[in-house]
RNA sequence: CGGGACAUAGCGCAGCCUGGUUAGCGCGCCUGCCUUGGGAGCAGGAAGUCGCAGGUUCAAAUCCUGCUGUCCCGACCA
């Protein structure tokens, strides 16, 4: 490719909407342009790098034996009826009516489509195992897009759903997957971790989440800084210090009076108790009926694992009135103690502890002496966010919390959508068993972003040489020269012939404005052609990076930069 | 959905508070000259229904109301 012949409209300044840096820099380099909130145009640069992220996804895919699909990315409403995910996805789901006024819906994701066409096709256990896959768009109306490419209503995806007799078979399956995905994300140069998941609306018993770790990120991860234990904060847990509780002065609790002391602080000012001896109580409504959720003080509730608790992701916080018609108090001064015929659910931290401080259920009243399990019963799960240096659940060390983009996310799914859609097959017995699915998904936009945020500098994005627009920019220092054309052409036509994606910055821009281009796109390596080093019979090659800068003969330019390409390449392969 | 901010030429911004003739600046763009080792210089030029709709006023980019769009924080989110 000629520069002069390619739309790339850099620009100077940083546009005002974006404050990440891959937002900025991919406006910047002329890669994106925002048609509406969450809603991205990708130009010709971009598009480059999506196919080659893509061309890696795919060789790697097929590696694991999956078949390549194309599914329809507009869905009749039955199909996703038949799971219950009309409802669940809720106002995530873009939705529309056909001139006979059916409901449709642009997918989301395709569990349902695959198993519909599983229940269709799949008829022996015989025609296990299968991996099935598609790269395609996908549509989720988001209710904040944020980041530029980082969070946006349409994206693509790679999905790929398993299918197997067994669990056996799933998780082979799955084990594939976590491979092919660690071989995916490594050869487009990325660092991530992976880490135990919450499995959410898709269901499922089973994730592990692929993340890069960026400021940009939306995701806390806690992480291990001795053994490999990484979770998301979804899933993760912690074990913390072990308190050694003083007796109570008394055998029931002692009620105070704390007027106007609302929050967890201002007892600990007023009745100096310290916050890791209060228990903190929350009214949540679930599906019409109220809960009461205990936590230690200074904890935070999860509400991912009161979902996991509760089996179901339908519940909200009381409001302030529903609150006093259920305590008869003020939120503030809400308490366990002689609750009756409210299920009571608390963190397991409040287990084994005594001589607690909580609301008395009496407007500006509280309650000292506080025994769990002496003074009121509740079923003790896992219910609070793990804390940065809280310890490890395996090794004991202080956990760390980092920020993370996510871009892959495997499942085991099981038989949810084959019992939901009818996906069933006749096993060895002629017995007829739902199929064991699993689901493995990729954000291929959020490769490239995360690339960006990963590897760049103030001149630029600097890529990864396998998902890089272009391996290599020649650039002459002026087009009106000669013998500068002359080699460069000589230099771009053969490397061109070795199948080397290589662009030739030919227009007649001072050669500022062209490195400065070149640089921010993110193009690894430079060959620099000058009239000094013409004069010496070279020309001079630069990494992007900043690694390299050297001198070669003209006639040896091909080999040396051909080999660079590989050894680059090699670095990414062995990192 | 709650909170905050912004909307003036392709991009970045000033002007608005305190209303007043042809709405400015930098970059970019076009023409010519010149120049080419890290975003040059000179000369000339084009380009704006001031987000939209109402209102106040002799007069609105400027004041008021409503709407729309975008960004940020939070909630939410496979």
Redesign the pocket.
Known sequence: MKYSNLFAP????????A?VPSHILLLRAGFVR?L???IYSYFPLAWKTLTKIINIIREEMEKIGAQEFLLPAIHPAEIWKESGRWEIMGD?MFRLKDRWERDMCLG??HEEIFAHIASKELKSYKELPQIWYQIQT?F?D??????GLLRVRQFI?KDSYSFDIDWDGLSKNYEKHYEAYQRIFKRCGLKFLIVEAHS???GGSFSHEFMVESDAG?DLVAKCSNCKYCANLEKATSIIEEIVDSEPESDEPIKVHTPGKKSIAEIEEFLKVPARNQIKTLIYIVESEPIIILLRGDHQLN?AKLETVLKT?TFRPATEEEIREIMGANAGSLGPVGVKNIRIIADLALKGRKNMTTGANETDYHIQGVTPEKHFNAEYYDLRNVEEGDLCPKCKSPLKLVKTIEIG?IFKLGTKYSEAMGAYVLDKDGKKVPIVMGSY?IGVERIMTSAIELYHDK?GIIFPITIAPFEVAIVP????DEKQMEISEELYNKLKNMGIDVLLDDR??????K???I??IGIPIKI?I?????KEGKV?V?LRDGSERFDVEIEDAVEKVTFKIEELKKKIENS
């Open positions: 850099t620009l100077r300044e940083v546009p005002a909407d404050e925002q509406a909130s969450g995530n989301m994701t996908k989720r988001e209710p904040r897009p944020k980041s995806m959410g609306s898709m939306e509400e992701g996310h998904g001149y220092v002026s087009n009106k007649s821009e001072r050669i500022g404005v490195l400065n281009d640089d921010l620099v000058g009239p000094k080093k013409i001079e630069v």
